[in-house]
């Protein structure tokens, strides 16, 4: 017989069906035992009789032929999403039998500290709402293929070893590359921006690599970055509105095809207006002033609490959960990034604010190669290290800009998780590659 | 005005318009000058006056201004995709200056050693022939996303730094993690194998890093790897069904969105009839012998000539360029690979090799604790350096199996490349990062 999956027995009542899956949970009854039966479309209840589940326990691989009966209306479970059906189990197949778990995995919500729930993560990563963050996380990225695609952005896999390190050395990971010394690129920068000379809208979703030397809530040393790059700009505009197109289409996706997702977690994506608005940093500051009392108009970034300030100022004033802030001082920002040309102070970058944290960066690139090198070398950022990259300035490069965030960011701040390492199936830290280095000798302490 | 699209001029013929891209060549003729513009949509002719022109050269980008007019018939270049119309210029702005080019990339095929080929990478991708590869690539990654969402694969993002290696230090890259050293993965295997436990079935698009200690023309040091897994299969060859559904998904995706391309190449898909033929490699190895008089019976692979053999046979005889050899010695495969029941000597691991060459590696895993304990013992790999693939086999692993092949290998089959380099955009090897080596000293010699 075939296998039928989960989801489908909902319409095969009277039927007799193959189902396959994990044992995640057990409830005796005497004469009768109710097995919950996961597998990747759900989970339906399975009943039978003592001696069908012998020695069953909690995630037990098991093969179910029996048969599915409609569950009388006051029985159903609206937790279970086939629960208007139940399997009566005629044959039960153990297929691959469970060692004894160190925690119930079948709470609706698994209550574990966040060690235990990463040195379990082949076990946590088996229960629905757990699962849930990666289905989302799934449709973010798929939406951002989608959305760039859909523009004529050709996509491009980055390369992850670079040959050296042109902005500084801080939090990069070296590489030992045969007789040389390489490292992990921290973004796909320079190669997108390069590309935009040959494709002119390029994206590409790769993992990168920062060796953040502090343990927060909200960084891990490897992420997936989801980076565009577009040429032939007219304006700085146009790369914010091209970020704006994308955020606000991952945003849609989410909210179509993860509705059981959201409502797990109680969320529902950011409120935005048809425009997102907009305003200079300096001109953040002056309503954080105003509204606050606290004076940060000269400082030369928006504090954390300034951020959640001007992302409360959005949110009452434009009913916008999402804010552009743009023209950061040119000289705390990448030697790359554009000088507005009315105020050369300032600059043309730009971040995407949400709920009081920053969602993306982006902004308008120097494209013209003798003012590119000149930066480079003010930024002490030494040429012959970007060789690559200046090649394609130096050959006639348009105008461009694009924009780049991470998906276990906005995965985290779209289902406001409290650590950016629930939103990662394998986060890399300070303390972890898999398992805890500290306490772990598989990997080997210099 | 906006910005028109060089394929867009077709359907604009009598109108004005403004057209932004590179100068590709120009030809001067007295009184009247003939500039090819490239976009990232085509070429089209654009005819000036000298003094419209002045001081412009290859790779210049310009922003033209002009009449889109019909040519007459004789006149139409086959080769320029717009060869219908042409533009007669009104004004033209130069917007970024290219410096003198260091060869002709005007030629319809870039003759140029690879070395230089690479060295002037950010110019080489400009060359219509050399992007057309990047668009096959593009192509068939892209399929291959497609291929498994439709039959309900997961896609996740694969750490590239792992804890440690498991089968061996050879051919691996070490990383400085924090105070502690880490390396980066050859291949996802273990995390696409460890998530069917939680997804069922899983696909991810990765870098992925293999220090070859050898320069060869079919290796580099970072690839894309293109892997897929499924849990719940009934036997190895429905692991094989799905490797052959998704390679012909991809081949016939190539087909229908790259004619253009294959033209270029002059080439065509590989011929594959309805089913994909099959044999055990003693059964290859027997068919070689018969064949040839060459006696390989006891080897315990297939050699480079032989590989070529099978696939002349299965041209000859099954009129497929494509073929599955299966059931290679269980010791020299590793340790998770399925022996096979009936012959425990040979495993139930797959290849599938083409045109002589070998294209998608796959196989039946091991999904029973205990007996994946032992075999990692026998293979010596220690499992507290495989804690975390380990425990999702600890707690019920359904019988599984996946497939495994590299973007830029398929790449360079399905054009008939040389080189692998010429399918990777930044190839990296152990004379190169972008740079040479050797003679770049942004790379620190040890």
């Given at each position: 017989m075939n296998r039928t999956l989960i989801s489908e027995t909902i319409s095969k009542v009277g039927q007799e069906v193959l189902l396959k899956g994990w044992v995640n949970t057990r409830r005796d009854h005497g004469q009768i035992v109710?097995?919950?039966?996961?597998?990747?479309?759900?989970?339906?209840?399975?009943?039978?009789?003592?001696?069908?589940?012998?020695?069953?326990?909690?995630?037990?691989?098991?093969?179910?032929?029996?048969?599915?009966?409609?569950?009388?209306?006051?029985?159903?479970?609206?937790?279970?999403?086939?629960?208007?059906?139940?399997?009566d189990a005629q044959k039960i197949e153990l297929v691959s039998k469970a060692t004894k778990l160190p925690f119930d995995l079948g709470q609706e919500t698994l209550q574990l500290e966040l060690p235990t729930l990463l040195d379990n993560r082949a076990l946590t990563l088996r229960h629905p709402k757990v699962q849930a963050i990666f289905r989302v996380q799934e449709v973010i990225i798929d939406a951002f293929h989608r959305a760039l695609k859909a523009k004529d952005f050709m996509e491009f896999q980055a390369p992850s070893i670079i040959p050296s390190i042109p902005e500084g050395g801080a939090e990069v990971f070296e590489v030992k590359y045969f007789e040389h010394k390489a490292y992990l690129a921290q973004s796909p920068q320079l190669y997108k921006s390069l590309l935009v000379s040959a494709f002119e809208r390029v994206f590409s979703v790769n993992q990168v690599f920062r060796a953040e030397p502090s343990v927060t809530t909200s960084h891990i040393a490897e992420f997936t970055s989801l980076d565009a790059e577009m040429g032939f700009i007219d304006s700085w505009e146009e790369v914010k509105d091209m970020a704006e197109y994308a955020i606000k289409f991952i945003l849609d996706e989410v909210q179509k095809n993860c509705v059981k997702e959201l409502a797990l977690f109680d969320v529902t994506i950011p409120v935005v207006p048809a425009k997102i608005p907009h305003l200079k940093m300096r001109e953040a500051q002056q309503i954080i002033f105003e509204r606050t009392g606290r004076d940060c108009?000269?400082?030369?970034?928006?504090?954390?609490?300034?951020?959640?300030?001007?992302?409360k100022w959005a949110t009452e004033k434009h009913h916008s959960e999402l804010v552009f802030i743009s023209h950061y001082p040119t000289k705390f920002r990448p030697f790359y990034t554009y000088p507005d040309d009315a105020d050369p102070e300032y600059n043309q970058g730009f971040d995407l604010l949400g709920r009081g944290r920053e969602w993306l960066t982006g902004g308008r690139r120097i494209h013209d190669y003798q003012i590119l090198l000149q930066h480079a070398r003010e930024w002490k950022v030494n040429p012959a290290k970007i060789k690559t990259y200046l090649q394609a300035f130096e050959y006639g490069m348009p105008p461009l800009g694009g924009f780049a965030f991470g998906a276990e960011r906005i995965t985290m701040f779209v289902l406001g998780l409290s650590n950016i390492r629930e939103a990662s199936m394998f986060p890399r830290d300070m303390e972890r590659v898999d398992v805890r280095l500290r306490s772990n000798n598989s990997v080997t302490k210099k």
């Open positions: 109710f097995i919950d039966l996961r597998d990747r479309t759900g989970i339906v209840q399975i009943v039978a009789s003592p001696g069908l589940v012998a020695g069953l326990h909690s995630e037990d691989v098991i093969y179910v032929t029996g048969l599915v009966k409609a569950r009388p209306e006051k029985l159903v479970n609206l937790k279970l999403a086939t629960g208007t059906v139940e399997i108009r000269h400082e030369k970034d928006l504090a954390p609490d300034d951020e959640r300030e001007i992302c």
